[in-house]
């Protein structure tokens, strides 16, 4: 019964997720300003971070120029100029990329087109159900292609026409909203489609009409998922259309607006990181696990690509181990499971990186500051660049991440005779500046960092043993040291069993890792004292 136990368990621990590429859908309309009437493709912004190349773009300028129904990578579209022009949506989209989306622009505009008389209410024939025509099938193309499409948004900068007349200014929330809804219910099929509306306030009939500004803003009072942009203080080519560079801040302030409609909504996710050197990636075997515990796999789990586990690196998926290799495990599992047993009715996630042998002083470098990325050592950039993607990954995914603590297992490189008496005395003053350094860098001031003693046993090749274990003292928050780091705890280790002491073990003389019952034992009490920390 004990081995069937194991045998289960370990089916569940190795759960492996095939995932699809997906694409992020914003459907961008209206007319000059969102066309771009001004953007000279002469004064294209340089794309210095090759992004364009994995930004899709679908556009059409109805009854000129096209993509011809294609998809194609971000780039200045034809018409107006001899190099052609471009809108906000270039810098819009590049916004999206490095906040972890994969954009898909699907544009569709006409200067000097008007809601009433050209784009039309549903069913009219005007120039939205020309856009809905060809919507349809630029979505199946890139299903076709293999993409899950996640429709995000859509973006109207439209009205100065409309503020032209009389009549069509006091239609025009009427009309908007009759479009509005037919795309969310009858077209997208998407009820909380996040929308971004704006129009240039300072055009001439818009100044002599603001009804349609007080539409707009009208219709976003009315709804969460709704927004007004500004368009105030962009620099102008003309009474009416923005320069290139205004077309390029257009575009960031609508990123901001959407990224503001993004988070009042999101679901709130606690974060609690792992990082450190081989008692902290784990020792563990997962056929050694007690029948007894019981995996919690509604925690969320990431992990870097350096790492071997039961799932798959850099994508969230399920509780599982993630060690040097997948048959064995570090702390996640018990602090997972006892971290989501202390808080039931909270979304939990785990992000992990670890390197074993890796040491502070150089491997996990931080750097002066955020700038100082060229004395970045390769575990801390690993660790950063784990984070951050991981964290990006729940912002797309529709959750509001917020890092709670992180959990660190390290010392022993430091404290080794290869690391020179030098590192090993001064490991107290760079664990103080790696504390603050992560929490600068991750901007997570509060964040409490958990950290556990090295080396129980004395032992020859560690001559920085004492220093080290006597700088981790003085770190921890009461220790009423100049070195202790506020919010940062030391945690008792020296009773763990180790990997010498488990049954069978084929290293009898190790005396540095803990063993498979001591791995799970740290990761609860690293639990432990975050339930008891944590504010």
């Known amino acids: 019964m004990k081995r069937l136990s194991l045998l289960v368990l370990g089916v569940l621990l190795f759960i492996n997720v095939n995932a699809q590429k997906s694409v992020d859908l914003f459907i961008w309309a209206g007319q000059s300003n969102a066309q771009g009437w001004t ?18 773009l679908n556009w059409t300028f109805y009854g000129k120029e096209s993509s011809g129904g294609e998809w194609v990578n971000m780039q200045a579209q034809k018409g107006r100029y001899e190099k052609g022009h471009f809108g906000p949506e270039v810098s819009f989209s590049r916004e999206l990329k490095q906040a972890g989306y994969h954009p898909a622009i699907f544009k569709y505009c006409l200067g000097g087109t008007g809601l009433a ?6 069913g009219e ?26 429709i995000r ?25 009759k479009l509005l809804n037919h795309l969310r219910s009858n077209v997208l099929k998407v009820s909380d489609l996040k929308i971004i509306l704006g129009v240039d306030e300072q055009h001439g009939f818009v100044k002599n009409r603001p009804k349609v500004v007080d539409a707009q803003k009208r219709i976003a009072n009315n709804d969460e998922n709704i927004i007004y942009t500004t368009m105030y203080g962009l620099p102008k080519a003309d009474a009416t259309h923005l320069t290139p560079i205004g077309l390029v801040e257009h575009g960031k302030r609508i990123f901001n607006a959407y990224q503001i409609l993004s988070t009042e909504n999101k679901k709130p996710i606690d974060v609690y990181l792992i990082g450190g050197q081989s008692n902290a990636t784990g020792q563990g075997y997962i056929k050694n696990i007690p029948t007894y515990f019981k995996l919690d796999q509604s925690v969320q789990f990431y992990y870097s690509r350096e790492l071997g586990g039961g799932g798959v690196p850099l994508q969230w998926g399920l509780l599982c181990q993630a060690s040097e290799t997948p048959d064995r495990f570090g702390p996640e599992l018990s602090m997972g499971t006892a971290l989501k047993k202390a808080y039931p009715d909270k979304e939990i996630a785990m992000i992990k990186h670890g390197l074993s042998g890796s040491n502070l002083y150089y ?6 500051d955020k700038s100082d990325s060229i004395n970045f050592g390769p575990e801390y950039k690993k660790f950063i660049n784990t984070v951050v993607a991981g964290l990006k990954d729940l912002e797309r995914q529709g959750y509001k991440p917020q890092i709670k603590a992180m959990v660190w297992q390290q010392g022993e490189g430091d404290a080794r005779d290869i690391a020179g008496m030098e590192n090993s005395n001064n490991y107290g003053k760079n664990l103080n500046h790696f504390i603050k350094r992560v929490r600068q860098h991750l901007e997570a001031p509060e964040m409490l960092f958990i950290y556990g003693y090295v080396i129980p046993v004395p032992l020859e090749r560690f001559t920085g043993r004492e220093e080290v274990r006597l700088a981790q003292k003085q770190l921890s ?15 008792e280790t020296d009773d763990l069993p180790l990997r010498c002491d488990e049954p069978n073990s084929p290293y009898l003389d190790d005396k540095i890792h803990f063993n498979t019952f001591g791995i799970l034992e740290l990761g609860k009490r690293f639990a432990e004292k975050i339930n008891a920390e944590i504010k």
Request: aromatic share 10%; proline share 5%.
């Open 39 to 56: 953007g000279d493709a002469a004064l294209y912004p340089e794309d210095t971070l090759g992004l364009d190349k994995s930004i899709l």
């Open 363 to 368: 491997h996990w470098n931080p750097g002066k």
């Open 477 to 491: 928050q009461n220790s009423g040291h100049p070195l202790a780091v506020k919010g940062a705890f030391v945690v």
């Open 153 to 177: 948004g859509f973006i109207w900068i439209q009205g100065e026409t409309d503020a032209g007349d009389e009549k069509t200014a006091g239609d025009y929330q009427q009309n908007l909203q």
């Open 125 to 150: 024939g005007g120039i939205y159900d020309h856009m809905v025509t060809e919507l349809k099938p630029a979505i199946k193309k890139l299903q076709d292609d293999g993409y899950k499409v996640n």
């Open 117 to 122: 008389r050209d784009w039309k209410s549903p």
